[in-house]
């Protein structure tokens, strides 16, 4: 038999509803979590050779790193349990009652997927110009004039930073002859 008390009522779900956007830091906290135990697993099954062993070894800061988000993510987790609030900035000028701009969102994510599907066949000096001519296109800017040349100019400069300042070797595409 039922009573009244087992019925759930609309009280109910608000209350559990305003519990979960009081305390919604606690995502954040799940989100650190998640990122630490991925850090430390993949830190914990490495394979290191013996003889590349020193005092210092290939494991020690990935260790690091996932032991402190795990310990970063507990004491965010406790503070936000004890009525901890993250604060605003005072030169914030985010209108919270407003909707999200998710034109632009999905613009950004069209974008990046797309240089990320373009940067093999196409090369990075291309995919990046591509990119950051998009995301300035997302984010507003409508000079057509400056843009493509800001673009491709900042693109240059990251391919040829990375790829022969760094070290770090970037798929050149049909441009590889010609850089």
């Given at each position: 038999?039922?009573?009244q008390?087992?019925?759930?009522?609309?009280?109910?779900?608000?209350?559990?509803?305003?519990?979960?956007?009081?305390?919604?830091?606690?995502?954040?906290?799940?989100?650190?979590?998640?990122?630490?135990?991925?850090?430390?697993?993949?830190?914990l099954t490495?394979?290191?050779?013996?003889?590349?062993?020193?005092?210092?070894?290939?494991?020690?800061?990935p260790?690091?790193?996932?032991?402190?988000?795990?310990?970063?993510?507990?004491?965010?987790?406790?503070?936000?349990?004890?009525g901890?609030?993250?604060?605003?900035?005072?030169?914030?000028?985010?209108?919270?009652?407003?909707?999200?701009?998710?034109?632009?969102?999905?613009?950004?994510?069209?974008?990046?997927?797309g240089?990320?599907?373009?940067?093999?066949?196409?090369?990075?000096?291309?995919?990046?110009?591509?990119?950051?001519?998009?995301?300035?296109?997302?984010?507003?800017?409508?000079?057509?004039?400056?843009?493509?040349?800001?673009?491709?100019?900042?693109?240059?400069?990251?391919?040829?930073?990375?790829?022969?300042?760094?070290?770090?070797?970037?798929?050149?595409?049909?441009?590889?002859?010609?850089?």
């Amino acid at each position: 038999m039922t009573t009244q008390t087992d019925i759930p009522t609309a009280e109910t779900g608000g209350e559990r509803r305003s519990w979960l956007r009081e305390h919604s830091e606690l995502g954040v906290c799940a989100l650190l979590l998640a990122l630490g135990v991925l850090v430390l697993t993949d830190a914990l099954t490495m394979d290191v050779d013996i003889a590349q062993r020193g005092p210092v070894g290939p494991k020690t800061v990935p260790v690091v790193v996932g032991t402190g988000l795990l310990v970063i993510a507990a004491l965010l987790a406790l503070d936000v349990l004890r009525g901890g609030r993250g604060q605003a900035e005072g030169g914030e000028d985010v209108d919270l009652s407003e909707p999200a701009d998710w034109r632009t969102v999905l613009l950004l994510a069209g974008v990046f997927l797309g240089a990320a599907v373009l940067i093999e066949p196409l090369g990075f000096p291309i995919a990046g110009a591509l990119l950051f001519w998009g995301a300035a296109f997302a984010l507003g800017s409508r000079r057509i004039d400056r843009d493509p040349l800001i673009a491709a100019g900042l693109s240059l400069v990251t391919y040829t930073v990375f790829n022969n300042l760094l070290g770090v070797p970037l798929p050149g595409g049909p441009l590889m002859g010609v850089l």
